[in-house]
C-alpha cells in the first residue's frame, strides 16, 4: 500500500468524531492494505513493532526535529521546529506545513522512493534498520535515515510520519477500534479477535490471519514462549465485598516488587517487564533459578522483589533499579539481590491455561516450582483472611490479593476476579474495655479483644471485638499487659479496666444494634497498642460518626 493512500485515510479518520464512522473508515482502511495490513494495523494505532517485540525506535523529540530540518532546507533549524511545535501543539501539523517536495529524488537511502512514491512497507522497513542502529555513529545513522524519508514525504505523508516516529498519532483509533475493524472487515466473531489478540499481543498477526484464514485461523493461534502477553491485572477492593460477592476467597500474599513474565523454551529464560519490555539480562538471578527450577517449557506470572542480606524484602523502588540496570550487572547484583515469586502459570509444557481456573492453574504452577511459589488459601472465613495479611505484613510484604478461585486468566484486563486489599486510610484508636481467655493451645492467654469508643468522661461504648491480626508473641504480651487490669470475669469473658488503647484497622464503619455505641467495624484488625496514649485520647464515638459518614 502506498504511504501516501495510508496518510489520506488517516487524515479522514482524523477528520471524524464518531466512533462507528471511525470504526468504519479503519475497516475499510484495512480491505485496502494488501500486503501490509499488519503494518498498517500498527501504524494506525502509531505503533511500528508488535507491542510484544522488546524493538523501540529510540527517536526522541530532538532528533525528529534535526531530521524536519534537514528535509525542511538550508534556512531551517532544529530549534525553528521545535519552536513551532511549541506553538502549533502537534509535530505532524508543523512536518505537513514545511516543503520537502523540493529535495525529492535527492533522497537516495532505502528501498521504496522515488517517483512511485513510498510505500507502508518500505517505511516499516526503514524504520526497522533505524531501530537496529546501534553504538557508535548510529545517532547520525538514524538521523540520516529518518532524513531520507522526510525527504520522500508529501505534506500528509510528513504528517503521519512524524506522528508515528513520535508515537504520537492521536487520531483517535484505539486498540477497541482495531478490533473491531478487523471483526468487520473480515467477517469474524469479535470474540475469536478479542481471544487471538490476547494470546498473541499482535494486531498485525491477528488481522492478517483473519482475513487469510477466518475465525479457523484465529482460533488456532495460541501463547508461545518467548511472546510475552499482557498481565492481568488488579482493582483495589475490599475482604468485607469479597466474602460477600463470592462463594469463596482465593488469597495469597501481594508481593512489593515489579511485575514479571517467565518464560521458558526448555532452554533458555526470558523475562518481561509489566510493559513487555525484555528485562532477562538485568535479572541474571531469576534466570539461573527459573533454568534450574523449570522442567517444562512454561509461562509463568509473578512479581520480583529484592532482599536484604537476611532475605527480608527490600522497598520495590530497589527492583526498578535493578530492572533499569543495563551495565555492572553483576555489581548492581551484589547491592540488591533478587527474587522471584511466581504466583500464577499461563502455559505449561505445551499447553495453554488461559482458560483454567486460577486454583487449577495454581495447582500446576506448585507442580512445576518446588519453591517460590504464592501460597494460595481458599477459604470464606474474613478471619483466615486477616490471618494470611497479618502473616503477610509479619513478612514484610505489601498485604493480600483476593481472587475468584475458579476465574479464568484476562491478560491485559483489570476486572473485579483480582483484587488488591486497600491498605487501611484512616486506623482507630480504641480503648480495651474486655477480653475472653483463648481455647486449646491458647487457653492461657487472652482472645479476642472488646473494643471501645470514648462517650464522655469516664464512659465508654462497644464498638466490636478484634481477634485477628495478633501473633502468638504478641498475644502473650498482650495477656501480661491486660491480666493484672481484669476487673470481673464470667466463665471465659472477663471485663478490663479501661486503661489500654488499641490501633485497630478496619475496612468499614457501619451502625449496629449489636454494640452500645450503635456501631461495628467491618474486618477489624489489630494494629497494635497506643503506649502512647491514654484512655481519655482514644477516638470518641462523634469521630466514629463522623467517619461513618463519610466526612
Ligand atoms: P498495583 O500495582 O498496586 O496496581 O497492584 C497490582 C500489582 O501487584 C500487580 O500488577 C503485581 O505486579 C503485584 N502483585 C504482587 N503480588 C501479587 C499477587 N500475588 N498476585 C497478583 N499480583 C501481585
Redesign the pocket.
Known sequence: MEFAAFAARADEIEATAADLETVALVRDLFSVAEDDLDTVARFVQGRVFPAHESTTLDVGPTLCYEAIARAAGHNVSAADVESRVATVGDVGDVAADYDFGGQQGLGTFGAGGGAEGLTVGAVESELRDLAAAAGAGSQDRKLDLLFGLFNRCEPPEARYLARIVLSEMRIGVGEGTVRDAITEAFEVPVEAVERALQVTNDYGLVATVARADGESGLDDLHLEVGRPVQ?M??QAGTVTDAVEDWPSVAV????D???VQVHYDGDAVSLFS?NMEDVTDPLPEVVGFVEDALGVPAILDG?VVAVDDTGEPLPFQEVLRRFRRKHDVAKAQEKVEVQLWA?DCLHADGEDLLDAPLTARHDRLSELLDSRV?TLTVTDDPDEIADVEAEALDAGH?GI?LKLPNSTYSPGRRGKE?R?RKPDVETLDLVVTGAEWGEGRRAEFLGTFELSVRAGPDAFETIGNVATGITDEELAELTDLLAPKIRAEDGKDVTIEPSVVFEVGYEEIQTSPTYSSGYALRFPRYLGVRDDKDPESADTRARVERLADGE
Open positions: 498481565a491485572l488488579a495469597e500474599t501481594k508481593y516488587g515489579a511485575r509489566r512479581e504466583f504464592s505489601e490479593m483480582w488488591k
